[in-house]
């Protein structure tokens, strides 16, 4: 066997902590990777994996320092290189992809200017010849218009487009090495998988080695050769992807593969329960409201569904259907246009400031990011106790009991209460965030998408701990993701968005079984399964971008593998109920649903 | 992306009407009549009724507004109680002077700022960066005029290098020119280039933390080009907007130092004004100073605007 192309050798990199001292992050890290080949990088926060992959480019992040070890990429010792010669490597020899190419790309400047730059400042070739060559890499990504997307600007291209371009950003100067950094863990299902496919279309047909940094394991089986499995800056397991994902060794790998295979949770609340929220008819969104009560910019049209009494309902669609929306209008952030909300058989003002302090306290939302939400310089005490003041009037040292007694009802030990949210993990601030909404004693929780920015072990449990407070208080929940196991696993009934329309509703389990509507179908189908080939066997899918322009009759239109041209796009689709008991939205009829539902077909 | 220029434009237009209708109501306020101290000692109930008359001074106030606001409009800004002359002239032979004191003070400010707070962000904790900070700290808490003070003490008394006096007739060479403005654009240095020093070193620190910098370094971009390729296009919003507030303060600065220098500009004519209780050069002094303000804030805006790249390319 030939030298390998990278080789790393006990690696150690340290960081500066809050006191002062180094402490290192990642310990005797050793590992090579061969020409052409794709190896994974696989942990939860804080493995070390993203450090790990910077310090194949000489970098370490602000605070940190590579402190030993070796990294050899070729002949090249790459912690030996001097700043000067470390500019020339980088890009040239080693590029890399961020994880959020939203944020990684200059805002002032075009597409075409920063994928080509690294090109003219390595002084390979003219100017025409890095945009001939960035065209070449456009199109085999797959990107529309190869010619002119160039000379747009990173806000005028799509989520999954702009990934893509930074892979050719990545590209262009043909490195020996890339590395992958979380690419798509910021997109949607549907848009992932054009995304990955791209990407290994790329790195298989350019012979390049690539280092692929994920936490999910189904979307690293389609991509890697190998697998590396980190924890806490330590290397746990090595070996083939299929070896790792079909007999795991060491106990973490199995945990992390056990994580990734949800379990269901909680048993559906009894059906004659009485309704605790119904939405009738609910049409939300921007800007000005016409005379029939609907918006400039609509959102929300439509929408009719009930939770029941201590029920859990999840509602899933991609970004942009919605689902935010829906949470803020039932809060009351967003004043619906047109429609009602009853909270007990109530009708609730539209607007927050409409609402009495009782009608406020039922209700309550947990903010997705709890790094934004929670007040960074309050103490845990304090940001628990003001709900508690001010819901219930209770002060002083009964206020510190029941702030006790919510920290033990999240799981959180008494003393996370003196401390300020910086100083918690992510699973920590999560939980806090969770206990601030419970502290009103709610009847109803919203969740917007509480568990996507936590590691699955970490959501997991927090699924666990709500499933459990959920029964425990006989709490009402909504439960907004895009993820469908999350909300498969922990809701009673499903509710799917598209473009702010209801198209599926049912019970958690019709929505297990087929027919679907086609966009829940395209949703299910779209999840990465753990095993290998599984992207190969996919067949195409039609992104959200292949529903730009005019919104016809069934906004699903253009996207729709079933659609009818003459019918689809002009007459609005029907609701019709399916026989496993779920409402869909289309014209299509049950048996030729069920024709399509093979869910992961070619 | 134009009507939000537009937009921008006609604000500054009502801003302006409303500011004539400040200065004018104001300076109808102050105490005093024109009249009584244009006669002096032939002050008789008659004579200065007589030139209230002729002056127009005995018409209720909201038609001598609208007569000075047609006068503004036409560029007729009446004329000077104390001279007779137009206040047009009078203004037109000292603007020149002040234009070109503001004018060297930009030209010598702008870029020594912009060079020192970018070069403080690119380098920022260093020592560099922390001399920086503190000079620019203690120079911004000193006042104009004690600047300007202890400049001529220094300069002019003690070493006798440059002249206290800044006379633009003495100008006959480029020497010269330097010994004239020397003195008065230092002091109005000193104040604002710690001013725009600060605002600029925020801006690019602000954008050097943003993940596209990061990535920029990860594409083996040096740091030169990360800064003024990458991230200076992003920071020209706020940075425009800290070198007009700056230049702004400039109009009151200008007031101070070109008294204490006896500059011959507008801010000296003005003062006088005052003195003489000319209220027309008051007031037309009044609106210039307001509308250069209006004008640099309003640029500012629009070119804020002009390179935000989600409103040039929506």
Redesign the interface.
């Given at each position: 066997m030939s030298a390998p192309l990278l080789e790393v050798r006990n690696l150690e990199v340290r960081a500066r902590n809050a006191a002062g001292q180094e402490v290192p992050i990642v310990r005797d890290a050793s590992f090579t990777l061969a020409k052409g080949e794709v190896l994974a990088l696989i942990g939860e926060s804080g493995s070390g994996k993203t450090t790990i992959a910077?310090a194949l480019?000489g970098?370490a992040k602000p605070g940190c320092r590579i402190a030993g070890g070796s990294i050899r990429l070729g002949e090249t010792d790459v912690l030996g290189l001097s700043k000067s010669a470390?500019?020339?490597?980088?890009?040239?020899r080693v590029?890399?992809v961020?994880q959020?190419a939203a944020?990684?790309?200059?805002?002032?400047?075009t597409i075409m200017a920063q994928v080509t730059?690294?090109a003219m400042?390595?002084g390979i070739g003219s100017a025409a010849e890095a945009e001939k060559r960035a065209i070449a890499l456009f199109r085999a990504l797959a990107l529309p218009d190869p010619t002119r997307i160039g000379a747009?600007?990173p806000?005028?291209v799509s989520g999954g487009q702009l990934q893509r371009l930074m892979a050719a950003?990545a590209l262009i100067a043909e490195p020996e090495l890339v590395v992958l950094d979380e690419p798509t863990t910021a997109l949607d299902v549907t848009t992932q998988i054009e995304v990955l496919r791209a990407f290994k279309q790329v790195v298989k047909g350019s012979g390049v080695s690539a280092v692929y940094v994920s936490h999910d394991l189904a979307v690293v089986a389609q991509m890697a050769d190998r697998i590396l499995v980190l924890r806490n800056g330590e290397m746990q397991e090595i070996g083939p992807t299929g070896e790792i994902l079909a007999a795991p060794k060491h106990p973490y790998t199995q945990s992390l593969l056990a994580a990734a295979a949800p379990t269901p949770r909680g048993a559906a609340a009894a059906p004659e329960a009485p309704p605790l929220l119904e939405v009738r008819g609910l049409t939300a969104g921007y800007g000005r409201i016409d005379a029939q009560g609907n918006p400039t910019l609509p959102v929300l049209r439509d929408i009719d569904f009930t939770i029941r009494r201590g029920s859990s309902l999840g509602v899933i669609g991609e970004s942009g259907s919605g689902k935010s929306t829906l949470a803020r209008v039932i809060a009351g952030l967003l004043p619906a246009a047109r429609g009602e909300v009853m909270l007990d058989g109530a009708a609730l003002p539209p607007a927050l400031a409409r609402r009495t302090p009782a009608q406020l306290r039922r209700i309550q939302l947990v903010f997705q990011s709890a790094d934004t939400a929670l007040n960074p310089r309050a103490s845990v005490a304090s940001i628990l106790g003001r709900p508690i003041e001010f819901f219930h009037g209770v002060k002083g040292a009964a206020r510190d009991a029941r702030v006790k007694r919510l920290l033990d009802l999240v799981q959180l030990p008494a003393s996370v209460a003196d401390r300020q949210p910086g100083a918690l993990s992510g699973g920590q601030k999560q939980r806090v965030n969770l206990a601030r909404a419970l502290a009103a004693e709610p009847d109803l929780i919203l969740c917007d998408e509480v568990t996507s920015a936590l590691d699955t072990v970490v959501g997991a449990a927090i699924l666990d701990l709500m499933d459990g407070l959920r029964r425990e208080l006989g709490l009402s929940t909504m439960f907004i993701s895009h993820d469908l196991h999350t909300v498969r696993s922990v809701c009673d009934e499903v509710m799917v968005l598209y473009a702010g329309e209801r198209v599926e509703a049912g019970s958690r389990r019709a929505i297990q079984e087929a027919p679907w509507h086609p966009y829940t179908n395209l949703l299910i189908s779209s999840v990465p399964e753990l095993r290998q080939g599984w992207l190969e066997r996919r067949g195409s899918v039609r992104g959200p971008e292949a529903a730009a322009g005019a919104r016809p009759a069934c906004a699903f239109f253009a996207r729709c593998g079933l659609a009818m041209p003459g019918l689809c796009d002009v007459t609005p689709p029907p609701r019709r109920t399916l026989a496993k008991a779920a409402e869909i939205l289309c014209h299509r009829d049950e048996a030729a649903l069920m024709q399509a539902s093979i869910p992961a077909g070619p | 992306m134009l009507s939000l220029v537009a937009a921008r434009l006609a604000l500054g237009l009502v801003s302006l009407l409303l500011v004539s209708l400040a200065i004018f109501a104001i300076t109808s306020l102050l105490p005093g009549d024109a009249a009584e101290e244009l006669l002096g000692q032939y002050a008789t109930r008659e004579t200065v009724a007589g030139l209230r008359a002729s002056l127009g001074l005995d018409l209720p106030a909201h038609l001598r507004y609208l007569a000075w606001l047609k006068g503004l409009a036409t560029g007729d800004f009446g004329r000077s109680l104390a001279s007779n002359m137009p206040v047009a002239q009078l203004i037109g032979s000292r603007l020149p002077n002040s234009l070109m004191l503001a004018a060297a003070t930009a030209a010598v400010s702008v870029p020594i700022a912009l060079t020192i707070g970018i070069t403080a962000a690119m380098y920022r904790g260093s020592a560099y960066d922390r001399t920086v900070s503190m000079l620019t700290l203690s120079v911004v808490s000193v006042p104009e005029f004690l600047v300007a003070t202890a400049a001529v003490i220094v300069f002019a008394v003690q070493l006798r290098w440059l002249s206290a006096l800044s006379t633009t007739a003495d100008i006959t060479s480029v020497a010269q020119f330097f010994r004239v403005f020397a003195l008065p654009v230092f002091a109005l240095c000193c104040v604002i280039v710690a001013q725009m020093v600060r605002m600029t070193r925020a801006a690019i620190i602000d954008q050097l933390r943003a993940p596209y910098v990061e990535m920029a370094v990860l594409k083996g971009v040096g740091p030169l080009r990360v800064v003024l390729h990458h991230a200076l296009p992003n920071a020209i919003g706020p940075i425009a907007n800290a070198v007009a507030l700056s230049l702004s303060y400039l109009l009151g600065g200008v007031i101070i130092v070109e008294t204490i220098f006896n500059y011959p500009g507008v801010a000296k004519l003005m003062v006088d004004g005052v003195a003489q209780r000319d209220l027309p050069v008051v007031q037309a002094c009044a609106m210039l100073f307001c509308a250069a303000y209006l004008v640099l804030v309003t640029t500012a805006d629009i070119i804020a605007i002009l390179s935000n790249p989600r409103l040039r390319h929506p």
């Open positions: 910077l480019l970098y470390l500019r020339d490597f980088r890009g040239r590029s890399y961020a959020s944020a990684s790309f200059n805002p002032s400047l730059e690294m400042l390595h747009r600007y806000h005028q950003m | -």
